[in-house]
């Protein structure tokens, strides 16, 4: 929802009468002096008994919220003055998209403003400007070295401190480039002590300039010229090999081929590894790594072929390595899949039998044997009911209706005969079956984490709600207690804005009188929903 659809029902959710009332009087007294618009977020001035205000309303997840410059705790009077002038009068909002981008195309202009706004406030722009790194250029190693153990203090950066460092960890990065082009002594070392940098930050913050800064050192290596000496070699495959087994698998598949050139250009040193290493005992994560790397060069050397073959035998001493295996086949050969995905049904244990047996689905549906992947769907669920299950085979005989309901059938006999009754209700809103889905909620213990999923699915489905459904979730949240109202307070003020977009007034004045007849006398409940139930 954009501020375009904003209503007063909206600015009304969840604000006292009181509050709403009082910023009333401010807007209709003219208070609001000035206002604008950007994006998601408007803001205005507004004259206050203590001065001006500087007063801002941000519009996320369907749910206004805001600050101002007032010393009052909380959604104030002037952010309600300030909503209720945009939903009158929105078009006297400026709109600074139109300033932005003229000033945005006019580098001159741009200049200018930004001279304007450091001189108006320097330490603002101090703040959104982290660049904590000096100019001036460190030329050995030694200092390069430091501060890259003091950008990537300890195993791992937190969100806030990566993020005030991406103009220091940019700067590394193009410092470590030039010392490693130059040729300087210890290069090397400091390009494979920045790598690890980075992969352990990345392990604790996923971002894309992290990544950036990784991908571009690693394209450094391959624009370097072919000259180095053999010890010069080592250190940077060292490097990579140390890399690629410690990072996180994205990184690694940047690596990987990388890696694979080098090995084309210098196999004995890989065999040498793999010879003096003792990679048969390591972790599953790190043999299916070496397979990765391996399965691109066994068809070059005999002896890789051999490792390979080592580790193929390694991974299916595990279900969870034979599984692994097993979904690689399924990307390139269905038919080595399905004996696969047949022997491990067959000598697995209990638990892991669902497992095989889901990839045993995948070849029939691959192969279009949707009987055969139905049946096998249908007794994943006899082992282990779940909406998944059935919307999978829901889809699977998306082509068959009489099939499906014959199925359908057997499922609603699994969920009575285990009692699962939130399963009933998700399904009963799946195919719409809205006189189910009424009894059953009527029934259900109104604190169910349930209901509050529901709500969401009604404010968010394309399906049409009947009025009972509406009317019966709000009823059960508001029978849970004050931990379920404000989930409440969002679906009625969704299904007033329904029957008052939708000529249905009638409607929400009987569903308005019945609930201020129940809870009329709870002042609790008045402070948050009196003024959304308001006449």
């Not at 401190?161 to 193009?174: A, F």
């Not at 392990?203 to 991908?215: D, G, I, S």
Request: a negative charge; one cysteine or more.
């Amino acid at each position: 929802m954009g501020w375009k659809k904003v209503t007063i029902t909206d600015l009304e959710a969840g604000r006292s009468p009181e509050i709403m009332l009082r910023g009333l009087e401010y807007h209709q007294n003219g208070h609001v002096l000035r206002a604008c618009r950007f994006d998601s977020l408007i803001a205005g001035e507004v004259a206050g008994t203590g001065g001006n205000y500087r007063t801002q309303l941000i519009l996320e997840d369907h749910k206004i919220d805001g600050s101002c410059s007032c010393p009052y705790p909380g959604f104030c009077k002037h952010m309600v003055a300030l909503g209720l002038a945009w939903i009158e009068k929105s078009v006297e909002f400026f709109n600074l998209e139109s300033i932005f981008h003229e000033v945005a195309d006019n580098p001159e202009q741009l200049k200018d403003l930004m001279i304007r706004l450091i001189r108006k406030d320097p330490l603002n722009f101090l703040e959104l400007n982290n660049a904590a790194i000096p100019k001036e250029e460190f030329l050995n190693s030694r200092g390069i070295l430091n501060l890259i153990r003091n950008t990537f203090q300890g195993p791992l950066l937190t969100t806030s401190q990566i993020e005030s460092q991406w103009d220091r960890i940019e700067r590394v990065g193009e410092m470590v480039s030039k010392a490693v082009v130059k040729g300087e002594k210890g290069a090397l070392r400091l390009w494979g002590a920045l790598l690890k940098g980075i992969s352990d930050s990345y392990r604790a913050y996923p971002a894309t300039p992290l990544k950036k800064v990784f991908l571009d050192q690693l394209q450094l290596l391959k624009d370097l010229p072919q000259e180095w000496t053999d010890e010069e070699a080592a250190i940077s495959m060292e490097a990579l090999w140390e890399n690629y087994f410690d990072c996180l698998w994205e990184l690694a598949e940047l690596i990987r081929p990388v890696l694979v050139d080098f090995y084309e250009i210098n196999p004995k040193w890989f065999l040498g590894k793999l010879r003096t290493d003792d990679w048969w005992n390591l972790e599953r994560p790190k043999i299916m790594l070496l397979y990765e790397f391996l399965a691109l060069t066994a068809k070059k050397d005999p002896v890789m072929a051999e490792y390979f073959e080592k580790v193929v035998e390694i991974l299916g001493e595990s279900s969870e390595g034979r599984l692994w295996l097993l979904d690689r086949a399924l990307e390139e050969d269905a038919d080595q899949a399905y004996l696969m995905a047949k022997e491990g049904l067959r000598t697995s244990n209990k638990e892991d039998k669902q497992s095989f047996r889901e990839r045993l689905i995948e070849v029939h549906r691959q192969r279009g044997e949707r009987k055969q992947a139905a049946s096998l769907s249908f007794i994943q669920f006899q082992e282990k009911p779940n909406l998944e299950e059935y919307l999978r085979l829901k889809e699977i005989l998306t082509d068959n209706r009489k099939e499906f309901h014959t199925y359908l059938k057997k499922m609603d006999q699994v969920i009575e005969d285990n009692g699962l009754g939130e399963l009933a209700l998700e399904i009963a809103f799946d195919r719409g079956d809205w006189i189910k889905l009424e009894e059953k909620l009527a029934k259900i213990q109104p604190e169910l984490s349930f209901l509050k999923e529901l709500a969401k699915l009604v404010m968010t489905t394309n399906q049409v709600i009947p009025k009972e459904i509406f009317q019966v979730v709000i009823s059960r949240l508001l029978a849970g207690g004050r931990g379920d109202w404000e989930t409440a307070l969002g679906l009625l003020v969704f299904y007033k804005k329904t029957c008052l977009n939708n000529c249905r007034s009638e409607e929400w004045e009987c569903f308005r009188a019945v609930l201020n007849t129940e809870y009329g006398e709870n002042l609790k409940f008045n402070r948050k929903f009196g003024t959304v139930l308001a006449g």
